[in-house]
């Protein structure tokens, strides 16, 4: 007999399951016709009166379609096509429909154990294809009802449980089955199980099964020795997504044990790909000045850029009082623009708003750290010698809470020795909320700016205004502008604007050229 009725048996006793019996229960006889009907049907069928039992059924399942009968009277008659029909594909094909349409039926196990003997009948008959069939309906069983026991032994949690669970993995080869039990393991509180675990990381041949192991050995890394294991997988394994795991599982673990090994692997791995995981999973712990003076060296020195800019990164989501130093300190003194750039961009983040609902957040509570860091990217558009990182401070002045980033952006505006940093300032103002205070601003650089370019873009500025606010100052250029080229501008805008302000002035332009 097959081991595997052995550990149905066994399964049926433990979980208190009972072997179905296809007779009815004669306390429901009397509910209705169609539980008499089938009755005597199913009475033909224990009579092995298969011509008038197969009639029997076939009326039933067409006088009763919403039976609670129905999947039983399906199942018998397959039954019943078996004993008679000469070709035994017709009773598999019979059993192989009525397990599609009826899975959750009490007689499934039936069908299947049906569709293998009648199977090994058609395999001895010369049908060789069915052989793959019958196979893979028996390893489905077999599976079946080890993940079933596998569950049973998880809830009993003892160390006989344990013991069992660590024979099947042993004795298993079915992958599906060896990571239910990795998820077992996973959850036993137990040395042994935790060892196992460790033996399954290392030893383990299917890198899947691996990585199954590394992330539950994360859920419990409270020891010295389980980090060390998973230190060893990082720096060996020959997978990237298992070494990558083992990364993630490091993090997940102990803080003080945990931030020490990400650090290592950081500072010290050979491979660039577990650099930047290392210090992704840092920027999840950033608010130590550990960690954070290890994200400013790596951002100095460490030979990859990627890498660089995920310490970046890192140090714009740690602690503000921690990060914004940091990143001031890279803003300043690094020497690659590139770097300077993305230390101004986050700093920018830092100062910025976002709406929530109907209500404003700023980022940064501490007001007074919001004004350090608007004098500091000021400082960086004035002195910083790389033309790029000069822009994104004034980008990220334009992302700036307006009472904070506007007054900075006036004065780049106002005062800036570098034609193309005034125009981006322009620019930026133009696309704020409208106030008066930047209208103004822009009217004047229209007016007194000693370059064009920058002239123009305040013009531009004055029409790009939410609901024609800049329509007045536009008008008064058009108007009364002494460059005529300036004028033809904001002409063309107020053509744009459709306000009816802009075509009354138009007019009057016309009218004037008229009587010139």
Known sequence: ??????????????????????????????????????????????DEDWNNALKALDNFMKQYQS????????????????????????????????????????????????????????????????????????????EEV??????????????????????????????????????????????????????????????????????????????????????????SDPSPSVREKAIFAISESREDLGVPALIEIAEKDTEVGMREKAVFWLSQHGDSPEIIKTLENIVNKDPDPDVRDKAIFALSQAEKNLGLPALMNIAKENSDPKLREKAVFWLGQEVSFAKVGEKTVIWLGDEANSKNVIQFLENVVNTDPDQGVREKAIFALSQADHDLGTPALINIARKNGDPSLREKAVFWLGEEKASPETIDLLAEVAEKDADPAVREKAVFALAEMEDNAGVPALIKIAKNHKDPNIRKKAIFWLGESKDPRARDALLDILKQSDKN
């Open 146 to 235: 080890a993940l079933s026991a596998l569950y049973a032994l998880q809830n009993m949690g003892d160390e006989k449980a344990l013991s069992a669970v660590l024979d099947l993995y042993n004795q298993t080869q079915n992958p599906n089955i060896r990571e239910k039990i990795i998820f077992v393991l996973g959850n036993f509180d137990s040395p042994k199980a935790e060892a196992k675990l460790i033996e399954i990381a290392k030893d383990e041949k299917d890198p899947q099964i691996r990585e199954k192991a590394v992330f539950w050995l994360g859920q419990q890394a409270e020891t010295p020795e389980v980090v060390k294991v998973l230190k060893d997988i990082v720096k």
């Open 1 to 46: 007999m097959k081991k595997s009725f052995y550990i149905t048996i066994i399964l049926c006793l433990v979980l208190g399951l009972q072997i179905t019996k296809g007779a009815v229960d004669p306390q429901t006889q009397s509910k209705g016709s169609d539980t008499e009907t089938y009755q005597k049907a199913y009475n033909l069928v224990l």
């Open 67 to 142: 039976s609670r009968w129905l999947d039983d009277a399906r199942f018998w008659r397959c039954y019943v096509q078996e004993k008679m029909d000469k070709l035994p594909e017709n009773a598999y094909e019979c059993y192989s429909q009525f397990i599609k349409e009826y899975p959750k039926s009490k007689w499934v196990n039936d069908a299947k154990s049906n569709m293998i003997r009648v199977g090994k009948q058609l395999v001895k008959s010369g049908k060789v294809e069915y052989e793959y069939k019958i196979q893979a309906l028996q390893n489905s069983d077999d």
